[in-house]
T-cell receptor, first 114, second 110 residues
Framework: NAGVTQTPKFQVLKTGQSMTLQCAQDMNHNSMYWYRQDPGMGLRLIYYSASEGTTDKGEVPNGYNVSRLNKREFSLRLESAAPSQTSVYFC?????????????FGPGTRLLVL | DQQVKQNSPSLSVQEGRISILNCDYTNSMFDYFLWYKKYPAEGPTFLISISSIKDKNEDGRFTVFLNKSAKHLSLHIVPSQPGDSAVYFCAANNFDKLVFGAGTILRVKS
């Protein structure tokens, strides 16, 4: 049981290049999320998927696209990377049990856009 | 406009003493609050939560207090240990999503 996994761990891109960040969870969770973390800004939601087949914008969706490939996998794509997208990206999945609710996070992808 | 605010960027505490981390929110519709802990180069991990129908929740050395009228919650760690040194994020549940504060860096000195 690996929880939430993310690939790659680290990536350097040049401005204008594209890439896809991969995320997978093995906990049979319905909801999955992509966040970015920047200094002094906390975690900001980029996109989320409440269930397989649905995706919705979060707080900072511009410059990103997502695909919920199946229940396990949720990918984040940068079509034309910009220096402002230099950040640490976290994927998370969510469970709900009664009134308890929490999200489980992956280890993160550090992205540097030059 | 930040709906969840952690106004102290950092906090330094002596080992064995109490650590108090604070969080304020503006949206009265938030019904559930969580604290996450994050070590460098790792993802955040869930620490403790509280429903808006309660004013206190305790789990070992960690206690979260909620003051709904003041829209304020706090995390108490007693006694603090060097391994508690990390970034602590406050989060509020907003339907399908969590809204996070900017985080507070806690340093526990031995």
């Amino acid at each position: 049981n690996a929880g939430v996994t993310q690939t790659p761990k680290f990536q350097v891109l040049k401005t204008g290049q594209s890439m896809t960040l991969q995320c997978a969870q093995d906990m049979n969770h319905n909801s999955m999320y992509w966040y970015r973390q920047d200094p002094g800004m906390g975690l900001r939601l980029i996109y989320y998927s409440a269930s397989e087949g649905t995706t919705d914008k979060g707080e900072v969706p511009n410059g990103y696209n997502v695909s919920r490939l199946n229940k396990r996998e949720f990918s984040l794509r940068l079509e034309s990377a910009a220096p402002s997208q230099t950040s640490v990206y976290f994927c998370a999945s969510r469970t709900r049990a009664g009134r308890l609710e929490t999200q489980y996070f992956g280890p993160g992808t550090r992205l540097l856009v030059l | 406009d930040q709906q969840v605010k952690q106004n102290s960027p950092s906090l330094s505490v002596q080992e064995g003493r109490i650590s108090i981390l604070n969080c304020d929110y503006t949206n009265s519709m938030f019904d559930y609050f969580l604290w996450y802990k994050k070590y460098p180069a790792e993802g955040p991990t869930f620490l403790i939560s509280i429903s808006s129908i309660k004013d206190k929740n305790e789990d070992g050395r960690f206690t979260v207090f909620l003051n709904k009228s003041a829209k304020h919650l706090s995390l108490h760690i007693v006694p603090s240990q060097p391994g508690d040194s990390a970034v602590y994020f406050c989060a509020a549940n907003n339907f399908d999503k969590l809204v996070f504060g900017a985080g507070t860096i806690l340093r526990v000195k031995s």
